[in-house]
């Protein structure tokens, strides 16, 4: 495997449920990010982990749970989520994070639609 | 607040030049990048600018203006390939992303 993987590609879960994406880098970067991208909206930064530290706290509503357990892997745990909640999450990773310009590498995503 | 602005959607011509125009407010300031996004697909990076100036990569080239909050993408000799959303993004203070909507460029043979 090459790149920034996620799974599934796609879900569909009832609100009552608890599911968890999955993302993992082949690239030996050190920071991970979670974004959630809506049809015709920017796309929203919802975690960002460095050196497997959380290093953003931006407003994401606590139904979405990330856990960074390596470099490598990073998982956003979902519950009792709403409709409003069903779009694109894309996980990505950069080489690290701050200035300089690094560029972000974004996986296929996964299409979350909530029932 | 913070704002990247962009158009929604552009139509050119196969073989024609096409400039995507991006204007950025954000607190403070450390570059402004640019992504290629197929629909279906992930984003995928083409510029990352921090200076004024153009930089240029193959038929892609990038320009930004600190003191007018202003960037844009060149594209020349279009390709149908090039058919995508085109995403602009500035790096704030705090080192996050501020990401426009993206626009929508459809080529046209």
């Known amino acids: 495997e090459t790149g920034v993987t996620q799974t599934p590609r796609h879900l569909v879960m009832g609100m009552t449920n608890k599911k968890s994406l999955k993302c993992e880098q082949h690239?030996?970067?050190?920071?991970m990010y979670w974004y959630k991208q809506s049809a015709k909206k920017p796309l929203e930064l919802m975690f960002v982990?460095?050196?497997?530290?959380r290093v953003e706290n931006n407003s994401v509503p606590s139904r979405f749970s990330p856990e960074c357990p390596n470099s490598s892997h990073l998982f956003l745990h979902l519950h009792t989520l709403q409709p409003e909640d069903s779009a694109l999450y894309l996980c990505?990773?950069?080489?690290?994070w701050g200035g300089g310009g690094y560029e972000q590498y974004f996986g296929p995503g996964t299409r979350l639609t909530v029932t | 607040g913070q704002n990247i602005d962009q158009p929604t959607e552009m139509t050119a011509t196969e073989g024609a030049i096409v400039q995507i125009n991006c204007t950025y407010q954000t607190s403070g300031f450390n570059g402004l990048f640019w992504y290629q996004q197929h629909a279906g697909e992930a984003p995928t990076f083409l510029s990352y600018n921090v200076l004024d100036g153009l930089e240029e990569k193959g038929r892609f080239s990038s320009f930004l203006s600190r003191s007018k909050g202003y960037s844009y993408l060149l594209l020349k000799e279009l390709q149908m390939k090039d058919s995508a959303s085109y995403l602009c993004a500035g790096l704030d203070s705090n080192y996050q992303l501020i990401w426009g909507a993206g626009t929508k460029l459809i080529i046209k043979p």
């Open positions: 982990y460095s050196l497997e530290e």
């Open positions: 690239l030996g970067h050190n920071a």
């Open positions: 990505a990773s950069s080489e690290a």
